[in-house]
């Protein structure tokens, strides 16, 4: 039985003594091979998934990689790339139905990725099992909106196709997965409106999509913003500022908005008579309970990017600046490495990050480029 050298990270090293007690590094494939089609089409993984499937395989096809997804027990539900890479994979059933997690398939990034609930990279001989050890591969956590681990995103290859630039990618597709679930309030319980307004604008209704002009969209997301609501020359100026629209026109599009809603939107002075789901709302939330974690994995793009209303402008600024705020705080290096994904021209953000990582974690190479395309464009 293998046996961890010196070289090894001290987190692969603690997986192999955790796993190499119930698996056997000799074993040539996953085990598993269960039909997990129902599986997949009802997980809430399948649509975004699904929504992204033509990137997903291009970006797998052009790399040399196989990208992947499984549910929160390590059992894959979906894979994609070329022909010769899921050939490959096929032959350790790292494939549909295959089980990789710990306790079944030893050390590897989707394993690691499970167990930690944070990204995790496996490289060639760090695999516990043989069989893998001609592999490389990189996975991150999917959470959905209440922040239940849903699965794990992972992109393999050959161990010669290892790259540092694979991770954030990796971390990139996986945010885009999470940006497009459904947004969920506190407890889980569907809420009758559902507001996705961060990076972009997109409202449901009982499931159902609402076909919302971008005006109606600001109006949604201010009641979402402001539960105790608005007169109408408060929204009119939150709307319009000091443009000289007319009360008329204001009321048009308040009208849309309420029969969109099935009629849960006061009259006169304008407020939500239906719960709604807003995942800026929830932002905010996870920064008064001081959860910078979830405040930063949620907060997926600035407020409705395409609208210049005064009103979300200063809702826009206002949110970007309490979470840069927070990651700043946070002694947590990992928050200031994903807001710099999203923002890569924020030179105090990857700092941050830089200043926190230990002097041997490998990401701090990706900050330094980071650092220094910064300096280079100013």
Known sequence: MPVPGPALRAEIAASWDRSRVVVDPHRDSAPGGEDVGERWRSSPLAGPVGEMAAELRSIAEEAGFIAAVTDASGTILWTSGGRTMRHRAERVNFAPGGRWDENTMGTSAPALALRDRRPATVFSAEHLVEALHGWVCYATPLRGPDGRLLGVLDLSSTWDRSHPMVMPAVRTLAADIERRLPAMPPGGATAGVVLECLGRGRARRDAVPLPLRPRQMEVLA????????????????????????????????????????????????????????????????????????????????????????????????????????????????????????????????????????????????????????VLRED
């Open 222 to 373: 201010l009641l979402a913003l402001d539960p105790d609501g608005f007169s109408p020359e408060r929204l009119r100026e939150a709307l319009y500022g000091d443009r000289p629209v007319t009360m008329t026109s204001l009321k048009v599009q308040v009208s849309h908005l309420r029969s969109a809603l099935g009629g849960a939107l006061t009259q006169r002075h304008y407020m939500l008579t239906e719960p709604i789901a807003c995942d800026a709302t929830a932002v905010l939330d996870a920064l008064a309970r001081g959860d910078t974690a979830t405040a930063v994995r949620r907060y997926t793009g600035p407020l409705l990017p395409g609208s210049e209303a005064p009103g979300i402008v200063r809702w826009r600024e206002y949110l970007e600046v309490a979470v840069r705020k927070a990651v700043l705080a946070s002694p947590v290096p990992e928050h200031a490495l994903r807001l710099g994904e999203r923002y890569p021209f924020d030179l105090e953000v990857h700092e941050h990050a830089h200043r926190l990582l230990a002097p041997s974690d490998g990401r701090r190479g990706i900050l330094a480029a980071r650092i220094e395309n």
